[in-house]
């Protein structure tokens, strides 16, 4: 039989069925009501384009609406939030679409706003010859101010925790040659096709944060994710803040089975869609914060300098010359 | 001189320009701030797509940049926003986009934020085959809650401006037969164009909607705009609110000069694009607020019955048989 296409189904009756997804007094309205009680929000906005970010190929549309709110909340974690209010999602599609690529891109959303918090406060769907799945995530903003430009000098940067097998999930999926002359690890197999379709972030982020503060005084925190990979982020920060990352190579936490070379060292810092955090914080909070979780790891520090990234070991430099990965 | 191409620019210097656009604390972070004072947010998203809802013909970057805050906000006003604060804006667009398509997309969209308020509090912007405009708009919610299921039978059907001159511009600009035996009038023809490039909303409705209310006790009020064409905003509001719309063909307001015929009344009834509000207020409110603007026109009623639309003469149901716009 063949299945229901969205030129099948109309308009009217598509947005009746998106509709369905949504809390009950959410629907028939062109927009959304958000209350607030004298708390700042957050908004943030994602957009996933076809071919671009994506492929039928690599990734289900459920693993796909999983992603598509994952990358969102983790950037509002990011800035500190401290609840997610919800989502509007726009979506952008061929007729020849079928509905139940619709409905499984609806169940990943759903399944990651249940593990998350978050609500989807709207939606919209038009033809388009590309799927673009855009989303602006909303959440309440916590009791730190989270920002990339508020790293100093002698802090310690940090991060939530392994990088690099996301991006090995992709080459898997997609059956990318990648450098390796023995065959990988089961596990590592498993591991990374996992955290490329399903992601996790770290949404206890905040509350652990304001739970090893010695000093309340410090309200700003340095911070970004790492989904456009470990270098890019740790950049960011070092150029939002004015300031030079001292990064130590071994201290750099990596799964106990990702091969050694300068391939991996690649796949590693430049890989993308990890969805860890990278902040940096004061010695003594960041030792107290590493040792709440085992899974947070001292990576490096700040100090006084032109923006950009060195090794300690200078032997590892030669890392920093690959170009990050650019959508333009 | 061959025009600079977003492909010459690079992903990150492209973000760098478009911070620009920005007010100077709200860059460089992936979310923005918006602070709330104990009130509560409307939130509405709307896309427009190349060859879908826009193309180069028709329309320059400029007014389609005003067009798109227009339509987002027409919305927001629609569903009883007091003040629009800002609007997110996520870019979908072709390597070989000149830069300056861009720069006047967002000089548009300053325009119109500046005639109606609200600030760009964030955007970003992807790579993709199709040019695609996706504006998510916050906006604070007023006094009353305006929405497309809270009219009542008995209550007067009113409207805030003439319909099917933004469809009529679009017929002109895209060089399309329309019916029509005698030339067009030269005012029409100009003021045509003005409505579909540069369409106005009303950003006192709601003002004007307090300012003439004599029972306060009445809060919420059957609302849409009629960006779809104004059967469709009638069509909706019947269905939402489930009772009958009976319409008085003689009351709609016509411009002057607007020819007569079956084919105009379809561009007039299911034209779109022509952002007025369509709502409905119990007999006295609606005679007060047509008295205070005389831009504001009853054109019928609502009664018990199916959802479903009428008209008072019942010669004019002819009318109803045309398809309302489609997008799938």
Redesign the interface.
């Given at each position: 039989m063949r299945k229901e296409l969205?030129?099948d189904?109309?308009?009217k009756e598509?947005i009746n069925r998106l509709g369905k997804f949504m809390p009950k007094d959410q629907t028939?309205?062109?927009?959304?009501?958000?209350?607030?009680?004298?708390?700042?929000?957050?908004?943030?906005?994602?957009?996933l384009?076809e071919n671009?970010?994506f492929d039928d190929i690599t990734i289900c549309p459920q693993d796909l609406g999983w992603k598509a709110v994952v990358s969102n909340i983790s950037?509002?974690v990011?800035?500190g939030?401290k609840k997610t209010i919800g989502i509007?999602i726009?979506l952008?599609l061929p007729?020849k679409t079928e509905w139940v690529w619709v409905e499984e891109l609806y169940k990943g959303i759903n399944k990651a706003l249940k593990k998350y918090g978050g609500i989807i406060?709207?939606?919209?769907?038009?033809?388009?010859?590309?799927k673009?799945i855009?989303i602006?995530a909303?959440?309440i903003?916590g009791e730190l101010k989270l920002?990339?430009?508020a790293c100093s000098p002698g802090e310690i940067i940090l991060t939530t925790g392994i990088h690099g097998l996301s991006k090995l999930g992709f080459m898997i999926l997609n059956k990318n040659n990648f450098d390796n002359d023995i065959p990988l690890n089961k596990r590592l197999i498993k591991k990374s096709i996992e955290h490329f379709s399903r992601p996790k972030i770290y949404p206890h982020f905040l509350i652990n944060l304001l739970k090893t503060r010695s000093n309340k005084k410090i309200t700003r925190i340095g911070c970004?994710?790492s989904s456009d990979g470990l270098f890019q982020a740790v950049q960011d920060l070092a150029i939002?803040s004015n300031c030079k990352a001292i990064m130590n190579y071994e201290k750099i936490p990596k799964d106990k089975d990702w091969p050694k070379g300068d391939k991996w060292d690649e796949y590693y810092f430049f890989g993308g869609e990890d969805y860890k955090l990278v902040f940096s914080l004061p010695k003594k909070w960041a030792r107290k914060f590493s040792k709440l979780d085992r899974n947070v790891t001292e990576i490096g520090f700040f100090i006084k300098g032109d923006p950009s990234i060195e090794f300690k070991n200078k032997e590892n430099n030669k890392l920093l010359k690959n170009t990050p990965f650019?959508?333009?």
């Open positions: 969205l030129e189904i109309g308009e598509l028939s309205d062109d927009c959304a009501l958000i209350k607030t009680k004298n708390e700042n929000l957050l908004i943030n906005n994602d957009s384009v671009v970010h950037d509002l990011s800035s939030s509007t726009s952008i007729e406060l709207g939606g919209d769907c038009s033809k388009g010859n590309q673009t855009s602006t909303l959440g903003q920002s990339r430009n970004t994710d939002a650019k959508h333009f």
